[in-house]
């Protein structure tokens, strides 16, 4: 199942270690990154694979969701239909 991971805040050192570690702890594979760093706001979009992964798609959301407002961050997680969906022109 392919995953989208958005994350969106002020940039700052630890960002992209914080949700990859996560990912590897939970055997998400992650397939394609996108980041942007413009007047110190960080935004990025991850397409990840959870076919192998042992978190639910709502636990990584939570998960990754309380770690990145730790960090001042909004991350949000949805299914690349959901995302697909939501974003139709």
């Known amino acids: 199942m392919k995953t ?4 969106v805040g002020q940039d700052r050192v630890g960002i992209i270690a914080m949700i990859s570690n996560i990912l590897a702890e939970n055997n998400v594979n992650i397939l394609n ?3 942007n760093i413009l007047n110190g706001f960080f935004n990025m ?3 990840v694979d959870m ?3 042992i978190i639910s798609l709502k636990d990584l959301g939570h998960l990754l969701g309380e770690k990145g407002a730790a960090m001042g961050l909004d991350i ?3 299914h690349e239909d ?3 969906i939501m974003h139709r022109v």
């Open 4 to 7: 989208v991971i958005t994350i």
């Open 33 to 35: 990154i996108n980041q």
């Open 45 to 47: 979009v991850m397409i």
């Open 51 to 53: 076919d192998q992964s």
């Open 76 to 78: 949000k997680v949805q």
């Open 82 to 84: 959901i995302f697909k």
